[in-house]
């Protein structure tokens, strides 16, 4: 009969005779060779991007990874094919022309700009930010910073009672902004646009500031859109941001025919523009849901072969794609310093320590203050994410505003969850610190926690300080979470159970039986309804 040795740890095998131990030498081989080739393949597939190349193995894969290609053609179905009506809904003439009168947002996204930040904040009541004028100012530094040739000329910060005036600050406060700005336009120092970093500025308020400060002036939608315009890469992330232009536009022009109308603004819609305005948004939409009919079927498809997923999620530019980088050792993943560098929810391949192979997903940042109409189209990209196995939140510790990140990104995951299909169950969550190398006393860091759901891994993705510990970690959540184990087979030499664990479960090792020359021993990672499947496949059929 069938043995079946169950045990925690993966148990070493001593050969007697020299042929043994070549043979166990070769069986070693195999399995490394088998990981390696399963892991290229597995992330050819699901990596966007995939150019994975050199060490010593690199033929060998590439051959491996060729075959599996074609032994998996039928998956070809899962390309995203960008057709010409998706290109032409993205460069369409008509409506750039609405696009730059409504939100100053141009195609030259790449022409040098000198900007002026004005940072307004409410000084005291129920709608004072919680976070401090200094820290909004820099993320709005931080955005303009995101767009290459867009240089920073002149900052300031400007307390105001509310944000909902007309001309969005007092008289006598204006009249100071202007004459800062023309005292140094006559310096010498060139200004070509005004940076209000507020959520949504109303059109009224836009045509006062303009006419007051004779500069074009943008909010914090408009800077947002120009910077996913510039990342946007993929075929969904363009249409995305495509759609996510929209509301504002329409926003602008309702403020406009408005009971408080604009002070004299002309009316820049026609007939035939709001009806190509109306249609641009039917032919989105309707891309848009063909796409995702794609993302669900390869998410159903992912589920299907059964690998746990992990995203990693967290605010923009707290390290989600470097530390993804630090797990997989994918090189080909660039983090960059910019807001909003990731726009696609994109699929990164990796091995766990006991060898099991899991999908990372890399996500969009969260940030504060961005309109709920510029983020809702990007939520649904989050789908993915929310139906992970495991979710990492990353935190970027070196960041002052750091409690106010996570509590942002907190309460946006909530209401996600409460939307979605799965709730967020703390056991599914992994709280990750990193960039603690920018720290100087990280051990202040570790706030004291019993909760284990709740403890901060401390990282650094640059150094990789912590890195392993947390990879420990996440297998742990893992296995937990998807209730897989980790046993011991003992199974006949070159028979039809190696095959099927080969096919049905994460094999990590395999070893020659001390005990008995006829006999494997092949350590796996399992899911109990895979372990019932053997059971009755193999065990009853013997027994
Ligand atoms: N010093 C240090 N820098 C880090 C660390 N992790 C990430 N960075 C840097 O932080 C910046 C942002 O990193 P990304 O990985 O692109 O951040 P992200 O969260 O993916 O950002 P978005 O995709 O824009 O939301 C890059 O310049 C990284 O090199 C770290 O542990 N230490
Ligand atoms: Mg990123």
Sequence with gaps: MLGLGVRSVVRTVCAKSALRWYYLKQLAVTTQCNSLVQLNAFREKYTNASKYKGGKLAGQRQKAIESEKERSAPDDDEL?????????????REYDTVASTAMHVTKQILNVQHVVI?????????????????????EAEALVRSLPRWHIELT???????????????????????????????????????????????????????QTFRLPVMDRYSVVVQILRLHAVSMEAKLQVALAELPYIWSQVKDQEGPSKGSGGRIFLSDSQRQMLQLRERKLRNELTTIRSHRELLRNRRRQKNFPVVAVVGYTNAGKTSLIKALTEEQSLQPRDQLFATLDVTAHAGLLPCKL?????????????????LIECFVATLEDAMLADVIV?????????????????????????HNGERPLDPERVINVGNKIDLVPDPSTLSFECNDDHRRLHLISSRTLVGVHELLLEVERRVLKVTGRQRIVMRVPMGGQEVAWLYKNAAVTETAADPDNAERLLVSVVITEAKLQQFRHLFIRKRS
């Design 80 to 92: 995203i094919d960008e057709s010409d009506n998706r290109s032409e809904l993205i460069e369409d």
């Design 156 to 210: 300031m910060k400007v307390p105001v009672e509310t944000l909902d005036k007309r001309q969005l600050f007092g008289t006598g406060k204006l009249e100071e902004l202007k004459s800062i700005i023309q005292t140094r336009q006559e310096s010498g120092t060139q200004l070509t646009c005004v940076f209000i970093s507020k959520g949504t500025l109303t059109y009224a308020q836009k045509q006062t500031l303009e």
């Design 393 to 417: 939140h990353v935190q970027d510790m070196a960041h002052e505003n750091c409690t106010e990140q996570r509590a942002h990104v907190e309460r946006t995951l909530g209401k996600l969850m």
């Design 357 to 373: 192979e899991v999908l990372y997903m890399d996500t969009v940042g969260f940030m504060a203050d961005i309109p709920t109409g």
């Design 118 to 138: 004005i940072q307004p904040y409410i000084k005291w009541g129920p709608r004072k930010n919680p976070t401090k004028p200094e820290l909004l100012l820099q």
